[in-house]
Nanobody, 128 residues
Framework: QLQLVESGGGLVQPGGSLRLSCAASGFTRGYYAIGWFRQAPGKEREGVSCISHFGGITNYADSVKGRFTISRDNARNTVYLQMNSLKPEDTAVYYC?????????????????????WGQGTQVTVSS
């Protein structure tokens, strides 16, 4: 079974940066697309970004385009989300999720229903 652990959250001022990490362990053999999601209080979980297994395909929510960058290091079984120019509306619990994909798949998703493995989340608070 694949386990995911997020880290890197915290309190940051508006305009600041954070880098989130999503470390995979357990059954890491195989190929996985990864998604980053977030959930603010009283709101539904929403897709933020995703990346295909070999990193050739990435996608971003309109609200974070140009500010967030997703990347992965498969040798370290880790996916990153670099978040720049943070805004108060970015405040949320951030989750990463994984879904198995075929070899050489050029696919990723930001739909929660596509993912079966989830981390516990890391809190990001953007406030002055």
């Amino acid at each position: 079974q694949l386990q995911l652990v997020e880290s890197g959250g915290g309190l940051v001022q508006p305009g600041g940066s954070l880098r989130l990490s999503c470390a995979a362990s357990g059954f890491t053999r195989g190929y996985y697309a990864i998604g980053w999601f977030r959930q603010a209080p009283g709101k539904e979980r929403e897709g933020v970004s995703c990346i295909s297994h070999f990193g050739g395909i990435t996608n971003y929510a309109d609200s974070v385009k140009g500010r967030f960058t997703i990347s992965r290091d498969n040798a370290r079984n880790t996916v990153y989300l670099q978040m720049n120019s943070l805004k108060p509306e970015d405040t949320a619990v951030y989750y990463c999720a994984a879904v198995p994909v075929p070899y050489l798949s050029r696919w990723c998703s930001m739909l929660t229903n596509d993912f079966g493995s989830w981390g516990q989340g890391t809190q990001v608070t953007v406030s002055s």
